[in-house]
């Protein structure tokens, strides 16, 4: 007979995640194992598994919800606005409400602590961003209003915004003063808006 936690789908979910992020925060993420999460979280490995297909997933769970939001963000812009000024519109406000995204939110120094210490994390962040930069190309490529290069603006805007989050990663973990960073960051984000709209935002 199935154990009661594992009918609850959504509510499962929930909570191999809770399970699974305190383990890793506590004691590393390569010292934890699936089954030592679907033991404490009251599920079977099968059920971790059907909810998260990589171990990886369980720590970097919004993948989707970032592919999600990139699109959104080029598809459902309001009319007059094109793409690029939407992306730096949904990046500050991703930033103004520390949102899980902006990796300024109060839990950012343990998660970036956390990705920083295993090799495993590290490259499925970079997996991450490749799929992020695939998702935003296609998107540029069939919308019909926007007219620059779809995956140069992608790969910059991918690439630039990832090496703001680093660069902040870096100094959050460092101990620097919240504020301090949080104001940099925005700098930093003005600057690569910047340089996107100099160089390969819309055609004149």
Do not use: C, W
């Amino acid at each position: 007979m199935p154990r009661t936690s594992e009918r609850g789908g959504p509510q499962t979910r929930a909570r191999i995640l809770e399970v699974a992020n305190r383990l890793f925060f506590e004691r590393g993420y390569e010292a934890v194992t699936v089954a030592e999460i679907a033991r404490e979280a009251g599920v079977s490995s099968v059920t971790v598994f059907n909810h998260f297909p990589r171990k990886e997933d369980l720590f970097m769970d919004r993948a989707a919800d970032a592919v999600d939001l990139l699109r959104s963000t080029v598809r459902d812009r309001a009319p007059g606005i094109d793409a690029l000024t939407s992306l730096r519109d949904t990046s500050f406000r991703l930033l103004d409400t520390r949102h899980p995204l902006s990796g300024v939110s109060d839990r950012s120094v343990p998660f970036f602590r956390t990705v920083a210490e295993s090799p495993a994390l590290v490259a499925r962040a970079r997996a991450i961003a490749s799929e992020l930069q695939g998702a935003l190309a296609e998107e540029l490529d069939r919308d019909p209003a926007f007219e620059g290069d779809a995956p140069l603006l992608a790969a910059f805007f991918i690439a630039g915004y990832s090496t703001v989050l680093v660069e902040t990663a870096r100094r959050l973990i460092a101990g620097e003063p919240t504020n301090t960073v949080v104001q940099d960051h925005r700098v930093r984000l003005e600057r690569l808006f910047a340089a996107l709209r100099d160089g390969v935002g819309p055609a004149a």
